[in-house]
């Protein structure tokens, strides 16, 4: 790794070096530069594609203590839910209903999606958006991308850029759970030189609603930059240390309603003492330590056409730490143990399942722009290496076994990909202009070693995708736009789907899916600041990728292919200024989400008592719901601001029903739920240290106790009865944060 950083220092050095010292440049060349680094992953304004931007000034407002998902979670089409309740810990978001492995990320136009799991952990980049200029979120395929392939969304991030003056912040947030978070940052501005340096530190901790959900986050951005009149190079280094409590079992509908246990209780790491007292064990956590650096370089070589070059490398190193009660040592290679002579098979033991991976990446794109055409073209290659292993740093019963170097499994994935891509908006006539985007990646993906119930994995896979995509453009008139377009794109299975599947003596490869995306949208935009929008989508899929519940011949769950499926619905969105200071904001997504002729299968019991398998029984759904798609999704907003220093906003958030598997049981679902948020906040200019900021938050106004996401299984008897098995995330009751910020 320290090889790396030397490599991208001396690359940055001798750019830096390289340019002419012109320090001539405004603001708007400034901007331009700036925008260049992620001109290939955007839409722009007459892109026909539904998408939304989020300034700065959006992400601060919205940003208390909490991830990127509870930051975006009112956004058209978006359901966040978090793990400790709280929004502190493990976060996660669907769009349209497609889950985090099918929506694209980057940061500054570069790949932050895990390859092996294709998505991002949130936890694992705490209070990125402190360090961010902009998010732009398209729904659906979207336009070419770097990295996995977009089926719901593709989210585009930048950071902050250079500022002109020399600044520091503060900020402070205290609130519910014993939430505490403080963040210090500052900048040099553009020097004369062309130089300037921008750096934040930030500490993130707390309890969480969920008992154990607790959180110990720090993260530091810093970032080096050099600008010319024509130039902008720049260093980014990003490391995040985050220690989460684990909080992903869930508790039943029977745990929340019973007072012993109740909405907050958490089984991870529970276990009981010799008088049978129930106890948990303390470190029972996820931790993750992760290091970005990028070096991006963007020139402006005439004033037709701009190059963006990015180096990017991801280190990473994680792992979870688990107590677990009465294991066999078979489990985990062992042979029994013998302690002053009794004999035993069985053992309490802590383990830790742990990964370390290096992620290197490099694009370069042209963009052209010139009378009546707009083009992107460019290319980029990947190379990602990832080990997984397990050890056993404490067993209760051990005579022999040395748990300082023991590992029960370790195996290595290595991925490559390449992608070229050509995009371009031509201006047809006034009105009209077309859009066409052609991608081409090719994925390789080997995977080897011994895994943790010790089958060895060996695979080698190979997937050329070639992704279309064309669109029209309509400016009607000032205020009026249309647009349309279809875009097909193509998806490689995950590493979980790759290895489950060739288990076994029948190995059940899995096929990539595809999707077409067909999109019919109309914006407005009144120069009385009205804003409107209605957007139809339809998402045609084949070979989506679902759990059906079917077990090879060895007893692994598979993940298998749906010939048929789709979703599709409207999306509708307002911004309207109704009186004096005050602006209505509302969105709504009306959708149905449906798989054809979708087989389901069960584990079959000979009955309740001795659970004895006897094979798996399959039902046919002639057409069912795709599981957690919810068929109405909407948001409603009001903001009042009196002066420019107060503002006051009340946001509400209605989710309809989700199911949890797919075969539209109604006991295994979670109810809709309407949840509103407030905020409050007045801004004192022009005090003698400097503009201060405070914002007070209530989030859970109405104290709704509501579940947010769940899991569920079902076991059936020979008898014809079934059990069902539901796991529920609840979210936090009625909670407070408070912020202040100091500007300097």
């Known amino acids: 790794m320290k090889k790396v950083f030397s490599t991208i220092m001396a690359l940055y050095a001798l750019c830096s070096v390289s340019v002419a010292q012109k320090m001539q440049f405004d603001s708007l060349k400034q901007f331009n530069l700036e925008e260049v680094v ?12 539904t998408f939304v931007d989020v300034s700065s000034e959006e992400i601060k407002q919205r940003n208390a ?40 990320v980057t940061l500054n136009g570069m790949p932050l999606n895990n390859p092996e799991s294709q998505e991002v952990y949130w936890v694992n980049l705490p209070d990125i958006s402190n360090s961010l200029q902009s998010i732009q979120v398209q729904r659906g395929v979207g336009t070419s991308t770097n990295g996995s392939a977009a089926f719901g969304a593709s989210i585009s991030m930048k950071t902050v850029g250079a500022r002109t003056q ?34 934040r530190y930030s500490q993130n901790t707390g309890k969480g609603y969920i008992r154990n959900g607790k959180v110990d986050h720090s993260n530091f951005y810093s970032s080096l930059s050099h600008y010319t009149d024509d130039q902008l190079i720049r260093l980014v280094y990003i490391n995040g240390n ?32 010799e008088a049978g007292n129930r106890l948990y064990y303390d470190n029972e956590t996820d931790n993750y330590f992760s290091n970005i650096a990028q070096l991006i370089y963007s020139r402006q070589l005439n004033e037709a056409i701009s190059l963006n070059a990015g180096l990017n490398y991801n280190h990473g190193f994680g792992y979870y730490e688990n107590y ?16 002053n002579g009794v004999a035993h098979e069985y053992s309490d033991i802590i383990k830790q399942e742990l990964m370390v991976n290096d992620f290197y990446f490099g694009n370069v794109s042209i963009n052209y722009n010139k009378d009546k055409l707009h083009l992107d073209t460019g290319a980029l290659y990947s190379f990602y290496d990832g080990d997984h292993y397990g050890k056993l740093p404490w067993i209760k019963w051990n005579q022999n076994i040395n748990t300082k170097e023991y590992e029960w499994y370790r195996n290595n994935g290595k991925k490559k990909e390449f992608n070229v891509f050509a995009k371009g908006e031509y201006q047809l006539t006034k009105i009209i202009s077309l859009f066409g985007d052609l991608q081409y990646r090719y994925i390789n993906y080997f995977l080897k070693g011994i895994d943790k119930d010790f089958v060895e994995m060996n695979g080698n896979y190979n997937y050329n995708f070639l992704n279309p995509k064309a669109g029209l453009f309509a400016q009607l008139d000032n205020e009026n736009q249309i647009y349309a377009s279809v875009a097909v794109g193509q998806r490689e299975p995950l590493r979980a789907d790759l290895k489950d599947g060739a288990k076994g ?83 709504a997504t009306f959708s149905q989400n449906k798989i054809k002729n979708y087989i389901a299968y069960f584990d079959q019991y000979t009955n309740s008592s001795d659970y004895e398998w006897v094979g798996q029984i399959s039902k046919k759904y002639d057409k069912t719901n795709i599981s957690y798609s919810p068929n109405i999704v909407s948001a409603i907003g009001l903001t009042y601001q009196p002066t420019s220093a107060w503002i006051f906003n009340i946001l509400g958030k209605y989710v309809d029903k989700q199911y949890l598997d797919n075969t539209s049981n109604d006991l ?32 859970n106004l109405f104290n709704s106790e509501y579940v947010a996401n769940g899991w569920a299984a079902t076991d059936t008897f020979e008898d014809g009865s079934t059990i069902n098995y539901v796991g529920y995330y609840p979210q936090a009751t009625r909670n407070f944060l408070m912020r202040m910020t100091i500007n300097f």
């Open 166 to 199: 020399a600044y520091g912040e503060a900020s402070t947030t205290i609130g519910s759970y014993r939430t505490f978070s403080s963040t210090l940052s500052g900048g040099t501005g553009i020097l004369k030189n062309g130089l300037s340096f921008d750096a």
């Open 38 to 49: 992620v001109a290939a992953t955007r839409a722009g304004s007459s892109t026909p594609v």
């Open 668 to 699: 295994k679902s979670i109810d809709p739920y309407f949840v509103s948020n407030f905020t409050v906040g007045y801004t004192f200019r022009n005090t003698p240290i400097g503009q201060i900021s405070v914002q007070g938050y209530i989030n």
């Open 324 to 339: 677990r009660e009465d294991k066999e040592y078979s489990d985990f290679g062992l042979i029994n143990q013998t302690i």
């Open 505 to 587: 003596t029948d190995p059940t490869p899995i096929l990539p899916e595809r999707m077409i995306d067909y999109e019919l949208g109309y914006r407005f935009n009144g120069d009385n600041g009205i804003h409107l929008g209605a957007n139809l989508y339809f998402m045609d899929y084949n070979n989506q990728m679902v759990q059906t519940g079917k077990q090879n011949d060895v007893g692994y769950k598979l993940m298998e292919n749906v010939k048929d499926s789709y979703r599709g619905g409207i999306e509708i969105e307002a911004s309207i200024p109704i009186v004096e200071k005050f602006r209505f904001d509302a969105n």
């Open 65 to 104: 203590a909490q991830n990127i998902p509870s930051i975006l979670q009112t956004l058209t089409s978006i359901v966040s839910f978090t793990e400790d309740g709280s929004g502190l810990g493990n976060t996660s978001f669907r769009i349209r209903g497609t889950d985090a492995t099918r929506i694209n």
């Open 242 to 273: 985050q220690h989460t409590g684990i909080t992903w079992e869930g508790v039943s509908e029977d745990q929340m309603k019973d007072s012993e246990y109740g909405r907050r209780y958490n089984p991870a790491g529970e276990y009981f003492d």
